[in-house]
């Protein structure tokens, strides 16, 4: 199985903050990478794919970068509706595996 | 815009089957894979599937033995099955959809407890 590493695995920030995420896989995968945001009880949202491609109705704030092994999601400017933990998604092979997720806390 | 609607028992005994089945409304099933992820409590997300209304499938090797997904596409919908629950598989579990990449649309989620 491919391993998703993703660090830091939490983290304090300000509104106003540039904040930035990484996430390393344990092999090659291309740009086979997707963000997924998720807040306390609700059900994940997707807010990249293809490693950098914004998903619709996601704010020009987020954007996604990387290819191989590495990848980042930055948000510009964080937004007190961004206080939420972030996971990365492999899905270059099988079985698709998820990073263990970045908490983002005021 | 797509949307999905999930259902199925909450509240299960260790060794029962699990049974989940996602309604896929806005759209047809037929054209995408149809995935099942769960997320454990305080946990984080584990890919559980998928299958397309062909029938071919993809599961994860951890649950292979246990797990089935299938497309029924008269009803529009989409199924889980997992045979044989122990208390590691608590958890909520998701539907989504794969277009393009995993999974622009989501189920609202169902919480599983399976009590030893």
């Known amino acids: 199985d491919i391993q998703m590493t993703q660090s830091p695995s939490a983290m304090s920030a300000s509104v106003g903050d540039r904040v930035t995420i990484t996430c390393r896989a344990s092999?090659?995968?291309?740009?086979?990478l997707a963000w997924f945001q998720q807040k306390p009880g609700k059900v994940p949202k997707r807010l990249i794919y293809?490693?950098?491609t914004l998903h619709s109705e996601v704010p020009s704030r987020f954007s996604g970068f990387g290819s191989g092994t590495e990848f980042t999601l930055t948000i510009s400017s964080l937004q007190p509706e961004d206080f939420a933990t972030y996971y990365c998604?492999?899905?270059?092979?099988?079985?698709?595996?998820f990073g263990q997720g970045t908490k983002v806390e005021i | 815009q797509v949307q999905l609607q999930q259902w199925g028992a909450g509240l299960l005994k260790s060794s029962e089957t699990l049974s989940l089945t996602c309604a896929v409304y806005?759209?047809?099933?037929?054209?995408?894979?149809w995935s099942w992820i769960r997320q454990s409590p305080g946990m984080g997300l584990e890919w559980i599937g998928e299958?397309?209304?062909?029938?071919?499938?993809n599961y994860s090797p951890s649950l292979k033995s246990r797990v089935s997904i299938s497309v029924d596409r008269s009803k529009n919908e989409f199924s889980l099955k997992l045979n044989s629950v122990t208390a590691a598989d608590t958890a909520v579990y998701y539907c989504?959809?794969?277009?393009?990449?995993?999974?622009?649309?989501w189920g609202q989620g169902n919480l599983v407890i399976v009590a030893s």
């Open positions: 998604l492999q899905h270059f092979d099988y079985p698709w595996t």
């Open positions: 092999q090659g995968i291309s740009t086979y």
């Open positions: 293809g490693s950098s």
């Open positions: 806005g759209g047809s099933v037929s054209g995408y894979y």
């Open positions: 299958s397309n209304d062909s029938g071919s499938t």
């Open positions: 989504a959809r794969v277009w393009y990449a995993p999974f622009d649309s």
